[in-house]
T-cell receptor, first 113, second 115 residues
């Protein structure tokens, strides 16, 4: 069975602080994909990144970076120099051989000015 | 190219009423799925389909029916609505099974309230 755990329910930071959102996953599939989505207050789901299980390179996109470690089954997301516009719910998700996309519970990030 | 279209955006039902949430995609995606989102629970998979004529249960299928008669459409039916089905529903589609540009496209959501 697949499972995604986001242990941090809510995080509050002050603008310009760095913040890391944790994601731990479980799967028996050898090929799988990991995702991060952002859900702003408007409610839509915004795709941030996709990683396949064979690519453990860390990725940086502007202020966003992702650390994928198969040894610890983790796919953590760091926002550097956070901004108020980063306030949202962030979801980590996992898909495997069947195509089913399973989500974690989500982490609500509040960035205060 | 409209992507994934969900209708309606908002709906209020009385307990016991039935209704169908519509989901349509124009990307020729084989994979389609329905989720419900409740506070603190993330998005939970209700039902999914890997192609026309094929459906399967997700994590929380009870109280919901689906069918997939065409590649484009994947309606979600509530036969007898209950207050516990008050939620925001998302439909998603993907070309994942073809190994192309592996990603999921989500609809804008349907906010359902059952009173």
């Amino acid at each position: 069975a697949q499972k995604v755990t986001q242990a941090q329910t809510e995080i509050s930071v002050v603008e310009k602080e760095d913040v890391t959102l944790d994601c731990v996953y479980e799967t028996r599939d050898t090929t799988y994909y990991l995702f991060w989505y952002k859900q702003p207050p408007s409610g839509e789901l915004v795709f941030l990144i996709r990683r396949n299980s064979f690519d453990e390179q860390n990725e940086i996109s502007g202020r966003y970076s992702w650390n994928f470690q198969k040894s610890t089954s983790s796919f953590n997301f760091t926002i550097t120099a956070s901004q108020v516009v980063d306030s949202a719910v962030y979801f980590c998700a996992l898909s495997g051989n069947t195509g089913k996309l399973i989500f974690g519970q989500g982490t609500t990030l509040q960035v205060k000015p | 190219n409209a992507g994934v279209t969900q209708t309606p955006k908002f709906q209020v039902l009385k307990t016991g009423q039935s209704m169908t949430l519509q989901c349509a995609q124009d990307m020729n995606h084989e994979y389609m799925s329905w989720y419900r989102q409740d506070p603190g629970m993330g998005l939970r998979l209700i039902h999914y389909s890997v192609g026309a004529g094929i459906t399967d249960q997700g994590e929380v299928p009870n109280g919901y029916n689906v069918s997939r008669s065409t590649t484009e459409d994947f309606p979600l039916r509530l036969l007898s609505a209950a207050p516990s089905q008050t939620s925001v529903y998302f439909c998603a589609s993907s070309s994942a099974l073809r190994g192309e540009d592996y990603g999921y496209t989500f609809g804008s959501g349907t906010r359902l309230t059952v009173v």
